[in-house]
């Protein structure tokens, strides 16, 4: 996966716009600490509090998650031992980024 390219695809696009601060800020973590695309992926909750607070709330972060996966770019696994534990989650190549590469969309 080319990070790069991610994020440079996501600064061009509309989801600057479609996504709060805290999602923004969740899933470029999500982005720095994916191994790969579509792969299974791990993150700790102590990771996610570093980006903010607010988002070590249960319900904030399965909003945000929500929010990630309504737009096609990160779908949310599984929370293991919440509060102390790891958020599982698979991040996915946007659809337009997807189209641009010659891969068919889902």
């Known amino acids: 996966m080319n990070k ?3 994020l440079r695809h996501l600064s061009n696009s509309d989801f ?3 996504l709060s601060n805290g999602e ?3 899933y470029i973590l999500l982005i720095a600490s994916a191994d790969d695309v579509d792969a299974a992926c791990k993150i700790s909750f102590k990771e996610i509090e570093k980006i903010g607070r607010r988002l070590t709330a ?3 972060l399965k909003s945000s998650m929500a ?3 309504r737009y096609g770019l990160a779908s949310f ?3 293991e031992e919440w509060p102390y534990g ?3 989650y698979r991040l996915k ?3 337009e980024l997807k189209t641009a590469q010659g891969i068919q969309g889902r």
Request: without cysteine; glycine residues 0%; hydrophobic residues 40%.
């Open 4 to 6: 790069v390219e991610l």
């Open 16 to 18: 600057f716009r479609l």
């Open 24 to 26: 923004l800020k969740l």
């Open 58 to 60: 249960l319900r904030k």
């Open 67 to 69: 929010s990630l996966e």
């Open 77 to 79: 696994e599984k929370i």
């Open 86 to 88: 790891e958020l599982k």
């Open 93 to 95: 190549r946007p659809y």
